[in-house]
């Protein structure tokens, strides 16, 4: 069965500070990588996304994430942070040869100091 | 309509009763999704439509939750013989032909007393 984890819970950062969170899933066929991010009082949206090709995909607002197969990794970055970017992040994984059933990780909440 | 929308927004209810939680998805979206946010668990999966396809209910924690879709489009989750540990937000998410991203609710808070 698929799963997903996500080692950081909680993580503080000051603004400019560099973000990495961890993401972890565990499938042994073909993925779709997903990062989603709920900010405060808002629904969950689509950060960035992973299909094919290459392996570092941009999203919005400056995030990245790599895809690393042979680790089954797919790491959201961030050169620097701000504020605005204080939030709960969750990764996620489906099969494209599946049902499409989205597997979420359980969550980082992140607080950018200002 | 414009977005996903689920009803009601909150919920309250006494141990043991039963609850219906309501969701609309985007219009023409074909897939629809149940998912349970609870602090420290995530995003619980617990149920998927896929068109007429039989649903995947995989994720279903116990036999007192149930789902529906009717008619392709609105779909009810309801908890029968509610417990404490059923208070969670209770999200639900539709996507469109392809893999592209789901689009999710603002969700129901339910709260069992």
């Known amino acids: 069965a698929q799963s997903v984890s996500q080692h950081n819970h909680h993580v503080i950062l000051s603004e400019a500070a560099s973000l990495e969170l961890g993401c972890n899933y565990s499938y042994g066929g073909t993925v779709n990588l997903f990062w989603y991010v709920q900010y405060p009082g808002q629904h969950l949206q689509l950060l960035l996304k992973y299909f094919s090709g290459d392996p570092l995909v941009k999203g919005i607002k400056g995030f990245e994430a790599e895809f690393i197969k042979s680790k089954f990794s797919f790491n959201l970055r961030k050169p620097s942070v701000q504020w605005s970017d204080t939030a709960e992040y969750f990764c996620a994984v489906n099969s494209p040869t599946g049902t499409y059933k989205y597997i979420f990780g359980t969550g980082t909440r992140l607080k950018v100091l200002a | 309509g414009a977005g996903v929308s689920q009803s009601p927004s909150n919920k309250v209810t006494e141990k043991g009763k039963d609850v219906e939680l309501r969701c609309d998805p985007i219009?023409?979206?074909?897939?629809l999704y149940w998912y349970r946010q609870s602090l420290g668990q995530g995003l619980e999966f617990l149920i998927y439509f896929q068109g007429n396809s039989a649903p995947d209910k995989s994720g279903l924690p116990s036999d007192r939750f149930s789902a529906e879709r009717t008619g392709g489009s609105v779909s009810t989750l309801t908890i029968q013989r509610t417990q404490q540990e059923d208070s969670a937000v209770y999200l639900c998410a539709s996507r469109g032909q392809t893999n592209e991203k789901l689009f999710f609710g603002s969700g129901t808070q339910l709260s069992v007393l």
């Open positions: 219009s023409g979206h074909t897939a």
